[in-house]
């Protein structure tokens, strides 16, 4: 079977599931009478004071799985028992667990004569943090961001700044509760994104040389404004049937400059410093500095401003990234893009709009403010809406969220605490996914992307996710999660689950079932699946309990559960996320 083919038959199967989660892209939604709705605030509330969101252990499976790296049974429990409100309080509250620590404490540990830390060591740092700390939301949020704000370790004067990459990941994370300007700075002058996208070292017109365009171009097109002027509610602004450009090449040309002399941290502005001779050792995390002699002096002019040679490298930034930041297309073109990380690849202009109004005001004059784009998107009408109704929601899994949830569903984990689990990125053998190792800028997949020929096409679908989504990557995902199900997962299959709880319900097959159900598909697992899995989970059979067949009772039950896992995590229904 070709990709192609192969694409095709999963979008329509993808169809198929978004499909029954509601025909309509619109706001308007059908009849809820006895379908198991969350009390939702109106969609008038302004994020800062909405009123509490209330869960059943269904709905709190759901929302977590959008909003952590997946459910377990406590964090369940917890929410159904509270509110959004207090539940946002208190992850919002939550000390951040911070990457360069971890990679900080191998080092010296390096440096005392242990193993040598290489770039594994962020995917190392990435598991750990991930599946274990407390402050879940930040964790999942700043994963989110790293797929919009994109550096990857595929570069390679990347590769080698483990402090650095592990850095410019907390980054994203500190500035993830915080404002959507601070953020676009903190992405501007980190010196991992110097390096990825070439503004690091980029230098003043002269006779012979032209300014680095990349970052420019990037930070518009990518990061913030998008190609093309839209609408309050993220749908296409038209000029004669036609999109109407966000920008031109003279904007780029003229941002271009706004971004020379800037260049790596450090106690001076020699030039030295400033090409990488005379090193600053914290320059891998530390914001990046101007040098005054390498910044242009050249007349500015980008997306109608006008910036006069006299103007230093700082003010020159700070107008540059107040324009980006200010303009219409900000809200819309960043909040659609959050809603398809977290909840649904096809959000309606209704959602989008709800989303972009928090970016553009929280309720108290404040723009930007995350926290309020971030509630915004994880407690709209849309998103909490029963999968039953006419409003669209869903996307496709992608390979590193089902095996995080996998994790965090069965508390997998090594008996030394080092999550060692590398090289991810072989579809055949791994999950074709590591953690900020995309292939290029435009991330792991483009948020418009769509199976050539496919019935998304015809319906004015995306599905993101089906661009890394081939034949060699689904038999990959199949047989690194039957292994990882049934040995665990990292080096020696050290990470490994504990199936202590599911292994008390093995004769109980359909409580089996049903908990699996909880944890993995919010208790959205459709009859016919069910009974399929229950029906090959009796054929395991399990012996009658003797004095001398403890372990033969306990291999039998062992097998039920992992069966019953596996079943689920491979059927069509979970892949979708709804």
Known sequence: MTEPTLRRLLAVTLFSLLSACGGGGDSKTSSTQNQDVPVVPPATTPPASQAATTFTRQQASRFLGRATFGPDMPAIDALAASDSNAWFRAQFSKPQTLHRKSIDAMLAAQAAGGQTVGFTAVYESFWQQGIRSEDQLRQRI?????EIFVISMQNESVRPQVRGVASYYDMLGERAFGNFRDLLEGVALHPMMGLY????????????????????REVMQLFSIGLYQLNADGSLKLSGGKPIETYTHDDVAGLAKVFTGWSWAGPDQSAARFYGGTADPDRDWKPMQNYAAFHSSGDKRFLGQSISGASSGQADLKLALDTLFNHPNAGPFFGRQLIQRLVSSNPSPAYV??????????????RGDMQAVIRAALLDPEALSASGTSLRTGKLRE?????????RAFD??????????Y??????????????????????FRPAYTPPNSALVSAGLVAPELQITAEPSVTGYLNFMQEAINSGVGERREVKPDYTREMALAADTGALLDRIDLLLMHGSMPARLRGQILTAVNGVSIPAATASNAAQVATAQANRVKLAIFLTMASPAYLVQK
């Open 197 to 216: 996208l070439s503004h690091l070292r980029n230098q003043k017109e002269s006779a012979t040389r032209t300014p680095d365009e990349n970052f420019a």
């Open 353 to 366: 709009g709800r989303v972009a109004a928090a970016f553009a005001n929280n309720g108290s004059g404040v």
């Open 412 to 421: 997998a984990k090594p008996a030394d605490g080092r999550y060692r689990i």
């Open 142 to 146: 700043a994963f989110a961001l790293s």
């Open 399 to 407: 390979p590193l969220l089902r095996l995080a949830g996998w994790m």
């Open 423 to 444: 090289y991810l990125d072989d579809p055949l053998s791994g999950l074709g996914q590591s953690p900020l190792n995309p292939s290029s800028v435009f991330s792991f």
